[in-house]
């Protein structure tokens, strides 16, 4: 039987590899600081050491790129999640190793400044799809949407107010760095993903003023002290969103793809 706990996964594994192997103090605590954050990772997100898929890893990995996590530290942390699942697989923990078949990333690959129309275009149509609920879907179409059809910075979209994009305007006021206005057009499908957004909210704010609780203020609400989506999250989920459109998560950053509409 595995472990209950993941802290027992990692420990366990580490006395291992120090009485099997020999490793190092050091390589034992990189192992430690490695597996903890991908554990403490899974955990927040529901999910059990003993039967995540490889899909979870995967996600994690863009959870790490998104974090600004460098190449070597993402290899890294792949290398001791796969010795993990290895040591799992032959204690009989698991009947696989979920890490075994995921390429790490690449050295010295040069990503593209901009991706193509047809690689945005399939950034927008995944955005579609991607969420475990039809409000989360709802959010995704309306986050990306925005972004590539304005040019707007993920800062700008986070602290983007409600009260700026009602009435279905042709044009968007933004605040940007330094507290400067400018007005940003909004495209037809732009005005259509923020409409469906907004119904959304105005139900969701209808039952908040019944029960009498404050309504959100932002268009991209959140429970943190700023009321609203993190630079962080929104990242976390457009690199997700471009795996899920087979594009390289890490070539997919807001300016990169607003150059090509």
């Known amino acids: 039987m595995p472990p209950a706990s993941p802290d027992r996964w990692i420990s366990t594994f ?10 190092a103090r050091n390589t034992r605590l ?15 997100r529901g999910l059990d050491l003993a039967t995540l898929g490889r899909g979870a890893v995967e996600d994690y990995l863009v959870f790490c790129d998104a974090q600004g996590l460098s190449k070597s530290t993402r ?14 697989f032959d204690e009989g923990w698991r009947t696989d190793n979920p890490a075994l078949r995921i390429s ?15 690689q945005v275009n399939g950034l927008l149509a995944a955005a579609r799809d991607h969420g475990r609920t039809p409000a989360e879907r709802l959010r995704s179409t309306a986050m990306v949407e925005l972004l590539y059809a304005t040019g707007l910075r993920v800062s700008e979209l986070c602290a983007l107010p409600l009260a700026a994009v009602r009435g279905d305007p042709k044009m968007a006021l933004v605040k940007g760095k330094g507290g400067k206005e400018r007005m940003v057009p909004l495209s037809p499908p732009a005005r259509a993903a ?5 119904a959304h909210l105005d139900s969701e704010a209808a039952k908040l003023r019944a029960a009498g609780k404050p309504v959100p203020k932002h268009l991209f609400p959140a429970r943190g ?6 630079r962080q999250q929104v990242f976390v989920t457009l690199k997700s969103i471009a795996a899920r459109a087979g594009i390289d998560p890490a070539a997919v950053t807001p300016p990169a793809a607003a150059a090509a509409r």
């Open 104 to 118: 790490g990333p690449g050295r010295g690959q040069r990503l593209p400044e901009t991706l193509s129309e047809d």
């Open 75 to 88: 290899a890294r942390r792949l290398s001791s999640i796969r010795q993990l699942y290895r040591f799992a």
């Open 225 to 230: 002290k700023d009321g609203h989506w993190t």
């Open 14 to 23: 580490l006395q291992a590899i120090a009485a099997e192997a020999d490793a």
């Open 30 to 44: 990189a192992y430690g600081r490695d597996l903890k954050d991908f554990a403490d990772w899974a955990t927040s």
């Open 194 to 198: 923020l409409a469906a957004w907004l």
